[in-house]
């Protein structure tokens, strides 16, 4: 079956520094690679997907690129703010076919201090 | 634009009583999932609809738990009766039409549920 298996956390760094979040994943088929953020007391937003090999996501600074080789997606930003802080969550989804569910990974909690 | 809107946000009673979470998925959107996020056992998708269908319920727990969606602006998770096993954050997301599989879930702010 598909499974996600993401860096455990928790990840604590300093304003500015760079971050990488590791997310490696098993599945069959194509499937489509999303990341979520999840703020304290809020439901997840996509933070950004790709849906197919070497497309690379990205949005508010952070990118990630899918990379059918090495089974992976890792989550990189530059330089980190506060405001970063939250949980995130690597997905897949499997496209084509009848696999339509999101599989999770267990979330990565960031900490950035100033 | 209005996201997906949960209620109650926060939903505390007593073991043994019936519990209902409502969801308003976004206009337009015609896939709409219910998962339970605990820190143990981490997001669980419990049912999804398409087109006011339910699809798959593989994921709800037991006979206890029943979900409907009697049009396309609105859904009910039931809890009959609820136990504190039952206890956690529940989230509503839905999804425009599309590929399934490549289109994003939009999440509500979710109903946190303690089971007393």
């Known amino acids: 079956g598909n499974s996600v298996t993401q860096m455990e956390g928790p990840v604590t760094l300093s304003e500015e520094a760079f971050l990488t979040i590791n997310c490696t994943y098993t599945?069959?088929?194509?499937?489509?690679l999303f990341w979520y953020v999840q703020y304290p007391g809020e439901g997840l937003q996509l933070l950004l997907k790709?849906?197919?090999?070497?497309d690379k996501g990205s949005n508010k600074g952070f990118e990630a690129t899918y990379r059918k080789e090495t089974t992976s997606f890792h989550l990189e930003k530059g330089s980190v703010q506060v405001s970063d802080s939250a949980v995130y969550f690597c997905?897949?989804?499997?496209?084509?076919?009848?696999?339509?569910?999101?599989?999770f990974g267990k979330g990565t909690l960031l900490t950035v201090n100033p | 634009d209005a996201g997906v809107i949960q209620s109650p946000r926060h939903e505390v009673t007593e073991m043994g009583q019936e519990v209902t979470l409502r969801c308003k998925p976004i206009?337009?959107?015609?896939?709409l999932f219910w998962y339970r996020q605990t820190m143990m056992r981490g997001l669980e998708l419990l049912i999804y609809?398409?087109?006011?269908?339910?699809?798959?319920d593989s994921g709800m727990p037991e006979d206890r738990f029943s979900a409907k969606m009697p049009n396309a602006s609105f859904s009910t998770l039931k809890i009959q009766p609820s136990e504190p096993r039952d206890s956690a954050v529940y989230f509503c997301?839905?999804?425009?039409?599309?590929?399934?599989?490549?289109?994003?879930?939009?999440f509500g702010d979710g109903t946190r549920l303690s089971i007393l």
């Open positions: 206009s337009g959107h015609n896939s």
């Open positions: 599945a069959t088929g194509y499937p489509s």
């Open positions: 997905a897949l989804s499997d496209r084509g076919g009848s696999n339509y569910k999101l599989t």
């Open positions: 997301a839905s999804s425009p039409p599309g590929q399934v599989s490549n289109q994003p879930q939009h």
């Open positions: 609809f398409n087109n006011n269908v339910p699809i798959d």
């Open positions: 790709a849906t197919k090999a070497d």
